[in-house]
């Protein structure tokens, strides 16, 4: 179990810091925020490919295919995470428009 985790958390660090590297951009999530991005690519990555090839965990978990699909996946997440889950307007003012604003 404890091996399991460790391995994930590794998979994780890696397809975490591809899928930040193929996307560059303002990301201030961290190291604990690219774990997490390559984790939950990961199991996207991981379920595309079960959906797309019927692969499964009884072939195999660390493949060369698996890890590739688990970046896919992060960089999916990530794409994701930076269009919908930031909370960032990425320009666009908050509040009150410009027009409206204090001089």
Do not use: C
């Not at 019927?54 to 996946?73: N, R, T, Y």
């Amino acid at each position: 179990m404890v091996t399991f985790v460790v391995v994930m958390i590794l998979l994780g660090l890696v397809a975490g810091a591809v899928a930040r590297v193929v996307l560059p951009g303002p990301d201030p999530i961290g190291i604990v925020g690219t774990i997490v991005v390559g984790i939950i690519g990961s199991f996207v990555g991981g379920f595309l490919g079960y959906v797309l090839f019927g692969k499964d965990l009884g072939e195999g978990a660390l493949q060369p295919s698996g890890i590739v699909g688990s970046i896919i996946g992060a960089i999916l997440v990530l794409l994701i995470w930076r269009n919908v889950g930031t909370g960032h307007s990425h320009g666009r003012s908050h509040g009150r428009s410009r027009r409206y604003a204090r001089r």
